[in-house]
């Protein structure tokens, strides 16, 4: 019967076939050890010499690292072995032989040599590993919304206005100047929902567009519909600086809800991360353990996290020896100082209104800070969250557009919201690489994501 390494314990003392690849392999002239993986574990086959046919033992003396394989084998409980498995191998096949010189081996890589590699450097246990952990968090992310009535609503990544400051934005001739568009008759031919009278679609080729730096402006029409809502997926910032924490390409969940203000968003969003956490440590014990991960920081993370208002933030580090100005965004560094004096997360309320973006509403204390938070991950990883109440008054939010030097025309639509119906609400996103790299105990976001994107690097 065909199974996966994940089903094994279902079948001890039974014949099994297993489809997969070669990780690595040793003979000892009579018995053939063969390290077998199949996408869901790993597994060790051994094979004797006198156990079958001679053809069969040839074919093993062939083999070469990472060619594809099937093997058939009886299922042995092997409380040494890692799995806790092991099969006596019955017979094998070769699906493909692997080329000789298969670039990745026992010997140490260096970081941009595996990267180079990156798409057979995936293969990899640890690799493996952290790819389970992200699919872990994302699944916690959907379940946990969705537990808590937010709608998934998919925001554009082609936009016409920036969201998080112009400085990082990936900037695209969206079809040049006075570039013939052809008119499509479908959209001519019915009205919306396939009903009422067609409308003539007007063709204005030629204007910039910019990649989404975040959905969060999307998002906010989506609640004034929906209540509660957010987005997942790829968001991109033009980012030089070369730090461990800064990708020009990552994904971004962003959540947003209406009637909801600075405290509730707050809430929201450690009952999320307490959630991730405690899914990951639950479901992803194998994982943690292949990448040695110390879980006793992550067991900490529960309610409540700490508080502390910019202004005491900022106290507090130059306390501990940061030269941090009273009215300055915090670095890396600052960030990384602060949260190993605390073994929970930490909310960081209130910034200057100068550091933060246009459409935070200000706090009625202290007009010239805003109610926003951003959220560290402990043991030095920093942040990773950002969120705010939003500007709900027309009249200050077109203020606020002007202040930062913003064209409010294609903002108008944005204004909109704020025109029909305005109400108090907040949101925040998260950065999941961010996230993975903290779950995991990674140094750097570079290898919590299939194909990292750097100012030094896009391919593969
Ligand atoms: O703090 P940011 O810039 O906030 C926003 O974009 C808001 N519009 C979100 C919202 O309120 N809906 O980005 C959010 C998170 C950060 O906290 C960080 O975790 C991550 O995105 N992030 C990055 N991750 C990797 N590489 C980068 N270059 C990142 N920039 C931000
Ligand atoms: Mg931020």
């Not at 699944?139 to 709608?151: D, P, V």
């Not at 600086?241 to 969003?269: C, P």
């Not at 879980?295 to 020896?321: D, N, S």
């Not at 459409?359 to 109610?371: A, C, S």
């Amino acid at each position: 019967m065909i199974t996966t390494v994940s089903q094994v314990r279902e079948h001890i003392g039974q014949e099994v076939e297993l489809q997969g690849w070669c990780y690595n392999f040793r003979s000892s002239g009579k018995i053939f050890f063969l390290q077998f993986r199949d996408g869901t574990g790993r597994v060790q086959v051994v094979f004797s010499k006198s156990e079958i046919s001679s053809d069969q033992w040839d074919l093993l003396d062939q083999l070469r690292l990472e060619s594809s394989v099937i093997v058939r084998g009886i299922v042995k409980a092997e409380p040494r072995a890692p799995s806790g498995f092991e099969l006596q191998g019955v017979s094998f096949k070769i699906v493909q032989l692997a080329q000789e010189g298969y670039p990745i081996g026992k010997k140490e890589h260096g970081p941009e040599f595996l990267l180079d590699n990156r798409h057979l450097w995936l293969r990899a246990e640890s690799q493996w590993a952290v790819q389970r952990v992200r699919d872990r968090i994302i699944t916690s992310t959907y379940e946990w919304f969705h537990e808590n009535g937010f709608i998934k609503f998919d925001t554009p990544i082609l936009t016409p206005t920036s969201c998080e400051g112009t400085t990082e934005l990936f900037e695209m001739d969206y079809f040049g100047e006075g570039e013939k568009v052809e008119q499509g008759d479908e959209v001519e031919k019915v009205g919306p929902l396939g009903k009422g009278e067609p409308e003539k679609v007007e063709t204005s080729g030629g204007t910039k567009a910019y990649l989404a730096q975040s959905g969060q402006l999307y998002l906010e029409a989506g609640i004034m519909s929906l209540g509660r809502a957010f987005d997942f997926g790829p968001v991109f910032r033009a980012e030089k600086s070369k730090t461990r924490r800064h990708l020009t390409e990552f994904w971004m969940m962003d959540a947003e809800a209406a009637y909801v203000e600075h405290e509730g968003n707050m809430a929201i969003q450690e009952a999320l991360i307490c959630r991730i956490v405690a899914d990951v440590l639950a479901q992803c014990a194998y994982e943690l353990k292949v990448l040695e991960r110390d879980i006793e920081p992550l067991k900490k993370v529960q309610a409540p996290f700490v508080h502390l208002t910019h202004e005491e933030a900022t106290k507090k580090l130059r306390e501990l020896g940061s030269d941090i100005g009273e009215r300055a965004d915090l670095g890396a560094d600052d960030e990384t100082l602060l949260t190993q004096h605390y073994d929970r997360p930490i909310f960081i309320e209130k910034y200057p209104a100068e550091v933060k973006a246009f459409y935070m509403k200000r706090d009625p204390h202290d007009d010239t800070r805003v109610l926003n938070n951003d959220l560290l991950a402990p043991e030095g990883y920093g942040e990773i969250i950002g969120g705010s109440q939003r500007e709900d008054d027309y009249e200050t939010l077109l203020k606020r557009i002007h202040d930062h030097g913003l064209d409010p025309k294609p903002f108008d639509w944005y204004l909109d919201l704020r025109r029909y119906g305005s109400v108090p609400h907040s949101g925040f996103g998260y950065g999941l690489e961010r996230i993975v790299a903290w779950t995991c105990g990674l140094h750097h976001v570079r290898e919590t994501i299939p194909f990292p994107r750097l100012v030094n690097r896009i391919n593969p």
